[in-house]
């Protein structure tokens, strides 16, 4: 035990101790524009997921305690009402210049019961610094608290800058940490996230 206790130590001795530059130290007393993009989605980020990403301020804000990001409910924070939700009326994140996508898909949609098309129910928040802030080399340190509840998925993720292999996930992400909101024994689902 003591000798490969030794190896051990004796390799880690042999790794370079980096001097790392600093790219980013976010403290959240403010939301900066220069460094964070919000994006604006109807989509769910492809992953089923049924949250509209917006810039609305109930959505995502900072205070005293930092960044929070908050789900609120569609039919609570919009004019849309329940059964517009489900069927006959048209969001459109293009004609108001507000969708963040390029893809039409991602930023307008109809709802129809039938086809089952749904507006997304709950509207919460989505920030990047792509265009900002990257890194190619180092290390990444987050603290974060992360949220409990039904159906909530909070991640923190890095994402490539450039979609070289294509949008996502064709380039690839890394995932610094995913958080399922659903208690163990919740009987439909979403347990497998944590």
Request: charged share 20%; net charge negative; aromatic share 10%.
């Amino acid at each position: 035990m003591g000798v490969a206790g030794y190896i051990c130590f004796a390799a880690t001795q042999s790794v370079p101790k980096h001097d790392y530059c600093l790219i980013l130290d976010e403290d959240f007393k403010t939301l900066d524009p220069n460094v964070w993009n919000h994006e604006v989605q109807i989509d769910g980020y492809g992953t089923g997921s049924f949250d509209w990403t917006t810039t609305d301020p109930k959505n995502s804000f900072v205070d005293a305690e930092g960044l929070h990001i908050v789900p609120t409910l569609t039919n609570q924070s919009t004019p849309i009402t329940n059964e517009q939700i489900s069927h006959g009326f048209t969001v459109n994140l293009t004609a108001d210049g507000s969708c963040t996508s390029t893809s039409p898909f991602n930023c307008v949609i109809h709802s129809n019961n039938t086809l089952g098309y749904t507006i997304p129910p709950v509207r919460s928040a989505r920030l990047n610094t792509k265009g900002k802030k990257t890194i190619r080399y180092g290390k990444v340190e987050i603290t974060a608290k992360m949220p409990e509840g039904d159906w909530l998925w909070p991640a923190l993720w890095l994402v490539p800058q450039d979609d070289a292999y294509g949008v996502w996930p064709r380039s690839g992400e890394i995932d610094i940490a995913e958080v399922r909101g659903n208690a163990p024994g919740y009987p439909l689902g979403g347990r497998d996230t944590r």
